[in-house]
């Protein structure tokens, strides 16, 4: 009796056996499966942040641009605007000057 129990014991212990290692493989394909998805996660989490800085940088730099072309055409505007001043000024006291020079050319001093 007890030899005719060993080989259905051997066998159990084989399918046991074998159902472990299934269960074996099975996990590691499991974990290679979420590591490989968690890598893909990652890359696709890294592209969308590259994407993002890349934008925001972009951004910026245009900004920046823009706000040095603002900056000359605001400093055209003041510059001409004073460059016109000047000239109403200029306009404004010429005919005095006219005068004075015309005075100390013409009055002789002994």
Do not use: W
């Not at 080989?7 to 299934?22: F, H, K, R, T």
């Not at 592209?47 to 055209?76: C, H, I, P, W």
């Not at 510059?79 to 001043?85: A, D, L, S, Y």
């Amino acid at each position: 009796m007890d030899s005719s129990r060993r080989p259905s014991g051997i066998q159990q212990l084989l399918a046991a056996e074998q159902e472990a290692q299934q269960i074996v493989n099975a996990a590691r394909a499991a974990k290679t499966a979420r590591l490989r998805q968690a890598k893909e996660e990652a890359e696709r989490e890294i592209a969308e942040y590259r994407a993002q800085m890349e934008a925001d940088f972009q951004r910026k730099l245009t900004e920046t641009s823009g706000d040095s072309g603002a900056n000359v055409k605001r400093l055209e505007q003041e510059t001409n605007v004073k460059i016109e001043q000047l000239k109403q000024q200029a306009a404004n006291i010429s005919p005095e000057v006219i005068q004075m020079l015309l005075r100390h050319v013409t009055t002789v001093k002994n």
